[in-house]
């Protein structure tokens, strides 16, 4: 089944707390975002990548990191996490070729900072 | 920052009768549009997408485009109680440093009353 995983679904943690959030796509896509979403403030989108090890900062990409070293898998790092990153996290992948294609997204995962 | 903008809602119609949804842009060099819808808690699911002016019909849905006005709908016809979720319209970078990303509007809610 064609999909984006992404693990853990739940996550709680404490301030400070290194953390990475897998995102695996079985589609060879090309294009690979995070986004997280926020009551009243719809998907902001965190880091993007146009392909292996070719990234770029989105709309809020402070207190996160990235990687791209494999085509199917995109993780996000919070090296020190802080409350205010409390949200819902999605990972998304899109076909490069073809803009008519739309991201396909992954189940989200919820983070609570405390 | 390109922006997309929705009508913030929350909408409100009863089983049977035509939703609209409507949004605007504010990257004139988009090419690509896309409604996406989320129930609560899940991940935004592609609905429709259009890319050339005029009409695009799925089912009970309707996309349009105008892309003079920078403005995109959808309408829901004969909405069920099913239909009831958060709509995300969507516009994408089809150029540049920003190609492949896709920009969010927040949404608006839906509710279908029976």
């Known amino acids: 089944e064609a999909q984006v995983t992404q693990n853990p679904r739940y996550l709680i943690t404490v301030t400070g707390k290194k953390l990475t959030v897998t995102c695996s796509q079985n589609m060879n896509h090309e294009y690979m975002s995070w986004y997280r979403q926020d009551p009243g403030l719809g998907l902001r989108q965190i880091y993007y990548?146009?392909?292996?090890?070719?990234?770029d900062k989105g709309d809020v990409p402070e207190g996160y990191k990235v990687s791209r070293k494999e085509k199917r898998n995109f993780p996000l790092i919070l090296e020190s996490p802080s409350p205010n990153q409390t949200s819902l996290y999605f990972c998304a992948s899109r076909i490069r070729d073809g803009a008519n294609y739309g991201y396909t997204f992954g189940s989200g995962t919820r983070l609570t900072v405390v | 920052q390109k922006e997309v903008e929705q009508n913030s809602g929350p909408l409100s119609v009863p089983e049977g009768a035509i939703a609209s949804l409507n949004c605007t842009y504010s990257?004139?060099?988009?090419?690509?549009f896309f409604w996406y819808r989320q129930y609560s808690g899940k991940s935004p699911e592609l609905i429709m997408f259009i890319y050339s002016n005029g009409d695009k019909e799925d089912g009970r849905f309707t996309a349009q485009l105008n892309k003079a006005s920078q403005y995109v709908s959808l309408l829901i016809r004969d909405s069920q109680p099913s239909d009831s979720a958060t709509y995300l319209c969507a516009a994408s970078a089809d150029r540049g440093s920003t190609l492949g990303r896709l920009y969010f509007g927040r949404g608006t809610q839906l509710t279908v009353w029976p």
């Open positions: 990548s146009m392909n292996v090890e070719v990234t």
């Open positions: 990257d004139r060099g988009s090419q690509s």
